[in-house]
């Protein structure tokens, strides 16, 4: 279906609504708005949908311009499906993962031995290597030194 070309050319200003640039459209050719907007849509009534090949076509711009200028004409992309939902924390998982920290404290592997995941309930295994000498050292004489809070031996 070939259309006649509307005889005065409006230019679409960059990002304006595809409505307000039908209503300068239509204002220019002395035309009611409502009028060109019922001409633009299949079926032709108020609830049909807009075409934008037909603004094109009146219009005599390419459809590819008139995307790039009105954004509401730019094609929309596939919805994307929504981000997997977080599972939340449970009290349940973190009793499980304090307890793994316990076991592993008590059986002398330091925090930088314990595996990726500490959620698991099954015993260290031989992998694992304990902590070093020295950090037993270290924990051993600072478990054995009296703790002074200003750095200062107090005089009898």
């Known amino acids: 279906m070939s259309l006649r070309t509307l005889p005065i050319d409006v230019r679409p200003r960059i990002g304006e609504s595809v409505e307000g640039y039908i209503r300068r459209l239509a204002r220019a050719n002395h035309l009611r708005p409502s009028y060109l907007y019922q001409y633009l849509r299949i079926p032709r009534h108020h609830n049909g949908t807009l075409q934008p090949g037909l603004l094109a076509e009146i219009t005599g711009r390419p459809l590819t311009v008139l995307e790039r200028v009105l954004p509401a004409l730019r094609p929309q992309p596939p919805a994307l499906a929504p981000p997997p939902k977080r599972r939340s924390s449970t009290s349940f998982d973190r009793i499980r993962i ?14 930088r031995a314990l595996p990726p995941s500490t959620t698991s309930t099954a015993a260290p295994s031989a992998t694992r ?17 009296p703790s002074t809070t200003s750095g200062h031996t107090s005089t009898p």
């Open 98 to 111: 304090y307890a793994a920290i316990r076991r592993d404290a008590e059986t002398g592997y330091s925090i």
């Open 129 to 145: 290597s304990p902590a070093s000498p020295r950090h037993r050292a270290n924990s051993s004489r600072a478990a054995a030194e």
